[in-house]
């Protein structure tokens, strides 16, 4: 898909990304142990499969603790209405798991494939994860926007947006939510974010 071999981003089921206020993009930074594709990788989310990173954000997004009776149902109906595909997904399979270099991360074929995915999905908000994702991330034909910071409470986060085909998208980023990311930091920035109009 979008001319890279075994790229099959998530894009959630039945129509309910296109019909979701606000529509959400997350933009992942995984090295998986098996060759799943993005779509895969959500699919087995939603069949109940384990993840520690997946849950530490879906806890965060969603504002809520795995240990809540409501947590699962919730976890479905998010990813049911979200796309999700990982930055980068230009790299060798014998690479998968070898640590991303800013070079890699930088590659040009990266930014040409959001510019396609805000062309195709149109999201109005984008969830990127992990700092060096954000440093790299890049849209190709357009120029990132000025927006004021993400507050909750005492802390500020980045957003920034870009507008592509009249369709605006605005974008802020959380640490990458593998160990020691903090529910309590990004699940008040999140909600603050969601919650901004497009």
Request: charge should be neutral; proline fraction near 7%.
């Amino acid at each position: 898909m979008f001319g890279i071999d075994g790229f099959e981003p998530w894009m959630g089921v039945d129509g309910k990304y296109e019909a979701s206020l606000p529509r959400v993009m997350v933009l992942g930074d995984l090295s998986l142990d098996a060759p799943l594709t993005d779509r895969e990788c959500i699919l087995r989310k939603i069949g109940g499969a384990p993840d520690l990173i997946f849950t530490n954000f879906e806890q965060a997004v969603l504002g809520m603790r795995h240990w809540q009776d409501d947590f699962r149902p919730q976890v479905r109906a998010f990813w049911e209405r979200t796309a999700f595909y990982n930055y980068n997904p230009v790299r060798m399979a014998s690479e998968a798991r070898a640590p991303l270099t800013l070079w890699t991360r930088s590659d040009p074929r990266h930014a040409r494939l959001l510019s396609d995915m805000l062309r195709h999905a149109k999201p109005t908000h984008v969830i990127v994860w992990g700092e060096a994702n954000w440093q790299a991330l890049a849209v190709a034909d357009a120029a990132w926007e000025a927006e004021p910071p993400i507050c909750c409470r005492e802390v500020d986060e980045p957003c920034r947006g870009v507008t592509l085909d009249g369709h605006r998208s605005r974008f802020t980023r959380v640490s990458h939510p593998s160990a020691g990311f903090a529910y309590e930091r990004w699940s008040g920035l999140l909600r603050s974010f969601l919650a901004r109009a497009a």
